[in-house]
């Protein structure tokens, strides 16, 4: 028996399978479109995932393992993500239109702000708990801005292009020199006043300078560490025929210094034999007679001391030695331009603007603040802040940065 639909049925076909033939082509169009890519800034790993964007940076949840990323839309600074998955990592929202970054488990970095604007490229930070210090070249001045945030004021004249400065607590130091190149060092009270030279008759240049109640100590790229003592007297030579010592710094009772033979070396601050900490990179054996690599930076936080060269893994080895070991778990996969430690931890900057923080107390974890941009050329903290300068010298872009320690 041949049968027939009921009446409604064609009546109702012509509305009803348009719409039902458009809904499983875009259904079908959707499964074939293949994931976005992470951001190039932060992978997530697997079973990470993302957060929404906005224009706030508002921080997505963690999955288990993975770490959620977040995309900041807008120029407003981003809050800092919370969240965190078991072993996994809460993202940090962006700012200034960049990607999050990720965020270590249990803690979330803090937001961070843009303390100055066109800075000059200054080679070194100095700050007090008060102003953060820098030489601006470009301006031909030494400059400083309230820690809070303000307009940056001029401390003193400067024309010397690699011009360092240092604080002891009561005064500021900086080498300049009248031709460009710093063959002079100075001394003045924090706000300027009161400038007296420490030393104008340098048969070098300066390369780096530290300041402590003890006394003002430097390099020399003609092989010495000098001292000028706080407690009075004219200039006291601490080591002498080095091979070009560069970055230095003072504890309660050595002075530290690396070389550009790649060697880490010490003397007690009121003069004495000089030790060697330790030699890094160590020799190629394939190739002994391979020069050395020239180290740049150095830091001690009474029990270790820490160095690198420019763009090149941040090490670590006891106050008295031993074997090299890296200060951060990535070792060589990532280079740095510039560190600084303080008592709760090590600071590294890369080249692509971010800071890097290795806490030192329980758990021992590793994580970042910064947006993506030129290299970290400086950094250094107080008791409350870490500060950073991030400059682009062929654009001659460059900025200060604040974050909460």
């Not at 803690?107 to 210090?133: E, F, Q, T």
């Amino acid at each position: 028996m041949r049968r027939t639909l009921p009446a409604f049925v064609p009546a109702f076909l012509p509305a009803f399978l348009p719409a039902f033939l458009a809904t499983f082509t875009l259904l079908a169009a959707a499964a074939c479109v293949p994931p976005l890519p992470t951001s190039k800034l932060e992978e997530t790993p697997p079973g990470g995932t993302g957060g929404a964007s906005a224009g706030a940076g508002t921080t997505g949840a963690a999955a288990a393992g993975g770490r959620a990323g977040t995309t900041g839309s807008g120029n407003a600074a981003a809050t800092a993500g919370t969240t965190a998955g078991a072993s996994g990592k809460a993202g940090r929202g962006g700012s200034m239109a960049m990607a999050g970054a990720g965020g270590s488990a249990g803690m979330a970095p803090p937001p961070y702000v843009v303390l100055a604007d066109d800075v000059g490229n200054p080679r070194n930070l100095a700050v007090d708990g008060n102003y953060v210090y820098w030489a601006n070249v470009g301006a031909g001045a030494l400059m400083r801005v309230p820690v809070g945030g303000g307009t940056p004021s001029p401390v003193a004249p400067l024309t010397a292009r690699n011009a360092w400065i240092a604080l002891d607590g009561a005064s500021i130091f900086w080498s300049d020199g009248p031709t460009g190149i710093a063959t002079q060092i100075f001394k003045a009270d924090v706000d300027g006043s009161s400038l007296t030279p420490v030393i104008s008759n340098n048969s070098g240049a300066v390369n780096q300078i530290a300041a402590t109640g003890a006394g003002v100590f430097w390099t020399m790229t003609d092989g010495r560490v000098i001292v000028v003592p706080r407690s009075g007297g004219g200039p006291m030579i601490l080591a002498s025929g080095l091979n070009n010592p560069t970055a230095i710094t003072v504890d309660t009772t050595n002075v530290y210094w690396v070389t550009a033979d790649g060697t880490v070396m010490k003397v007690p601050i009121v003069g004495g034999s000089t030790t060697t900490i330790a030699t890094w990179p160590p020799p190629d054996p394939l190739n002994p007679g391979a020069p050395y690599q020239p180290l740049a930076n150095v830091a001690v936080d009474g029990k270790n001391v820490y160095w690198g060269k420019m763009n090149g893994p941040i090490m670590e080895v006891g106050l008295g030695g031993g074997s090299p070991t890296f200060a951060f778990a990535f070792g060589t996969s990532r280079m740095f331009a510039s560190m600084a430690v303080d008592t709760q931890a090590v600071y590294a900057g890369d080249p692509l603007g971010i800071v890097h923080y290795r806490r030192f107390a329980s758990p021992d974890v590793e994580w970042t603040v910064g947006e993506s941009g030129s290299p970290v050329t400086a950094i250094a903290t107080d008791p409350a802040n870490v500060y950073w300068t991030v400059s682009d010298p062929g654009s001659l872009v460059s900025r200060i940065f604040k974050a909460a320690r």
